[in-house]
């Protein structure tokens, strides 16, 4: 389930970056511009190789969101993805995903908004004796609306997908037995954003 040193370094130094600027808006333009949500909802989560089954996985997910305002309209953060897909015939499934991400909303006082972003995507099936798992480097894109609820607080329904058709490999207890996995994650819910 873990990635390559090398899709590894890159996702940490993107993270390092992102958040960088992050927080250097945050100094610039003042304590609003730092922001933090957390994101709840059903998730549908599919891993696609050639010895895969055709089977899809629906769960709750969850999301942890931190960043910075870049200017007026434009938000970029990190995110943490975690889908756990339970027990099913005593096979229990879980996906997460690091991703940086920017939120365009196309009026700068506006409440809708675009979301697009890069990232890792890993899953792991485990039936107690043998673990299958594999990881890909894809895309994140979604959309949502920001409903204010309180002066620094918005809550938002919304919809993202996370791709990752990139360098996914299917391991069996650590050794690859296939080459060229995909996965995918689709969500959808409620996120709750203190700005």
């Not at 434009?74 to 897909?85: C, F, H, P, S």
């Not at 058709?165 to 296939?178: E, F, R, Y």
Request: aromatic share 8%; net charge positive; hydrophobic share 45%.
């Amino acid at each position: 389930m873990s990635p390559s040193p090398i899709r590894g370094a890159l996702l940490g130094a993107a993270l390092s970056a992102l958040l960088s600027g992050a927080l250097a808006a945050q100094q610039v333009q003042g304590g609003d511009a730092l922001w933090l949500g957390a994101d709840l909802g059903p998730g549908w989560a599919r891993v696609q190789c050639d010895i895969c089954r055709a089977d899809r996985g629906s769960a709750l997910t969850g999301v942890l969101r931190l960043g910075g305002r870049l200017k007026r309209g434009v938000l970029v953060g990190a995110e943490a993805t975690l889908w756990a897909g339970g027990a099913s015939s005593g096979v229990h499934q879980s996906m997460w995903g690091l991703d940086v991400a920017g939120y365009f909303y196309p009026r700068p006082r506006g409440t809708f908004y675009w979301k697009a972003g890069l990232g890792l995507l890993s899953w792991r099936s485990n039936d107690g004796q043998d673990a299958l798992s594999a990881s890909a480097v894809g895309v994140v894109a979604g959309t949502g609306w920001d409903i204010r609820i309180a002066r620094t607080v918005t809550v938002a329904p919304y919809v993202s997908v996370f791709t990752a058709p990139v360098g996914g490999d299917i391991k069996l207890n650590g050794s690859t037995i296939q080459r060229g996995a995909s996965l995918l994650l689709a969500q959808f819910g409620v996120s709750l954003t203190k700005h």
